[in-house]
């Protein structure tokens, strides 16, 4: 791809200049001019040969040879325009601010001091380590997942900044101590308001050896070599003692919360298993939702082996590996036309999604529900992603047709009649109403979306009710044969697990 160009480029630079070196070492220097001359002939005339090959390349794209993912970066509202399949992960979404305290804690706040630190002693490394703390604080900003990029910046220019505090705190402290005495220094110049041999100057406090390769500052008359550093000249007048403690104090306890904080975030966040969830009960045990084990158990032990599995792209690497069955569309499908037509199929009435189902040769539908027990991450909140997708490679489907009349998702009384005649909404609210009275009290009130359901006599005609998960988090569904004649709720012999609550 042509993102790909520029490392390619950086690496062929790189072995000229270390064989030019080489060859200079190897040869005289008449015959290395000659060389030189041949050798920028033959490159200028590849190097035309090679740019009218790349642009050839580039062009034949629409997109001139640029992913998605790359032109989203450089556009944030490109995909959401274009390119919907990578819009709707979740991963690619722009982060908020909870995010960036949560992944970085104190260290967001020490990154723009760690910048000025590296501007006071400008170097290679220096700046090289700015570059990439800015542009990696653009790309996060564009690209929640990009926050892995953005770690390491934020933690060495973190560094850096504690590094300078307290280089000045501990240069304090030292400052009210004893007399310092420091290499190349006579104990006289070392002493506080003592002067420099030959220069007259005023030496107010000690300075430690010199920081991140600077160079000494020779004082006039003697030759003894003192860093100025970031924060300590000669010129420089330590802080009040009472202060340099407090502060350093200050900052092993920030170090330590921010230990804590990482173990914490480590441990609860980024270690969690996302197949098996949990919340905290009030006593600070953990009510544990095994619904996705559960339902991938139910299909491998009560489904043939060549079963094709239908659901949203999300669960497919989840089925194939914990359920053992074919799953029409994975996290791996290529082929955006393939999950459009999933999108289709959810999003459109029953008896065409049958039809596009039976084409297929699915046999079980699943979707993840969590109007029940409060789950967010269903597949209603992520329904209009399934529209976007599918109206991308099938027209007829318009995200328009299932917002109500002021433009607004919803699955109420005011939904659109589309959305809540679709696939989709059907199947995730099937015997819905019932389930919600016994469990709360209240008939059809959706826990995530906060409002009473807008269809309450919802039935099926071409798909069966087979399983519903303890929590009704997961509802597997059998596609029918042949449609039902009698268009009214079957009693049909689905599996269903008690609904428990958490606590």
């Given at each position: 791809m042509s993102e790909h160009f520029g490392a390619f480029l950086t690496v062929i630079v790189l072995h000229a200049a270390l064989l030019i070196g080489y060859v200079r070492r190897m040869l005289p220097a008449k015959q290395f001019e000659a060389a030189v001359k041949l050798a920028v002939t033959a490159a200028a005339a590849g190097a035309a040969l090679l740019v009218t090959a790349v642009v050839g390349y580039v062009v034949q794209s629409p997109t001139f040879g640029w992913t998605g993912r790359s032109l989203t970066l450089l556009d944030p509202t490109y995909a959401s325009r274009f390119v919907p399949i990578i819009a709707s992960v979740s991963e690619h979404q722009p982060p908020s601010w909870p995010s960036y305290i949560t992944d970085l804690h104190v260290a967001a706040l020490l990154a723009p001091a760690g910048i000025i630190g590296c501007f006071k002693n400008l170097t290679n490394g220096a700046l090289f380590l700015v570059l990439y703390g800015v542009t990696a604080v653009y790309f996060s900003g564009v690209m929640v997942r990009l926050m892995l990029v953005l770690a390491p910046a934020t933690c060495c220019l973190a560094g850096v900044a504690v590094s300078d505090i307290l280089n000045t705190l501990c240069c304090s402290l030292k400052a009210h101590g004893p007399t310092l005495t420091l290499p190349g220094v006579p104990a006289a110049a070392a002493e506080p308001g003592a002067s420099d041999a030959g220069a007259g100057t005023p030496y107010k406090g000690g300075k430690p050896a010199a920081r991140r390769g600077g160079k000494g500052v020779s004082d006039a008359g003697d030759g003894a070599g003192l860093s100025k550093g970031p924060f300590v000249s000669k010129e420089w007048n330590p802080l009040p003692k009472a202060v340099a403690f407090g502060g350093f104090a200050g900052i092993v306890v920030l170090l330590v919360m921010y230990t804590i904080h990482c173990i914490g975030v480590s441990a609860d966040m980024y270690s969690a298993p996302s197949i098996v969830l949990q919340s905290h009960n009030r006593d600070g045990s953990f009510y544990v939702f095994d619904d996705f084990r559960e339902v991938y158990a139910w299909l491998r032990h009560n489904?043939?082996?060549?079963?094709?599995?239908?659901?949203?792209?999300?669960?497919?690497?989840?089925?194939?590996?914990?359920?053992?069955?074919?799953?029409?569309?994975?996290?791996?499908?290529?082929?955006?036309?393939?999950?459009?037509?999933?999108?289709?199929?959810?999003?459109?009435?029953?008896?065409?999604?049958?039809?596009?189902?039976?084409?297929?040769?699915?046999?079980?539908?699943?979707?993840?529900?969590?109007?029940?027990?409060?789950?967010?991450?269903?597949?209603?909140?992520?329904?209009?992603?399934?529209?976007?997708?599918?109206?991308?490679?099938?027209?007829?489907?318009?995200?328009?047709?299932?917002?109500?009349?002021?433009?607004?998702?919803?699955?109420?009384?005011?939904?659109?009649?589309?959305?809540?005649?679709?696939?989709?909404?059907?199947?995730?609210?099937?015997?819905?109403?019932?389930?919600?009275?016994?469990?709360?009290?209240?008939?059809?009130?959706?826990?995530?979306?906060?409002?009473?359901?807008?269809?309450?006599?919802?039935?099926?005609?071409?798909?069966?009710?087979?399983?519903?998960?303890?929590?009704?988090?997961?509802?597997?569904?059998?596609?029918?044969?042949?449609?039902?004649?009698?268009?009214?709720?079957?009693?049909?012999?689905?599996?269903?697990a008690p609904v428990a609550a958490a606590a």
């Open positions: 489904t043939h082996e060549d079963a094709k599995i239908a659901s949203w792209w999300d669960y497919g690497y989840q089925t194939t590996a914990m359920a053992n069955r074919t799953i029409i569309v994975d996290n791996n499908t290529w082929n955006t036309s393939h999950i459009a037509t999933v999108g289709r199929a959810m999003a459109s009435p029953e008896a065409k999604a049958w039809r596009i189902y039976r084409s297929l040769d699915v046999e079980y539908v699943f979707v993840v529900f969590g109007g029940l027990i409060g789950y967010s991450s269903d597949d209603i909140n992520k329904f209009l992603w399934m529209v976007r997708i599918g109206g991308g490679v099938y027209p007829e489907i318009k995200e328009k047709d299932y917002l109500s009349a002021n433009g607004e998702y919803r699955i109420d009384a005011e939904g659109n009649p589309i959305m809540l005649k679709s696939l989709m909404y059907k199947l995730s609210y099937y015997d819905f109403p019932e389930a919600s009275e016994r469990q709360f009290g209240q008939r059809g009130m959706d826990r995530v979306r906060g409002t009473l359901i807008g269809n309450f006599d919802v039935s099926l005609k071409y798909f069966e009710e087979v399983f519903s998960s303890q929590h009704w988090m997961m509802r597997i569904y059998r596609v029918r044969d042949k449609p039902l004649r009698d268009v009214a709720k079957p009693k049909s012999g689905r599996t269903r």
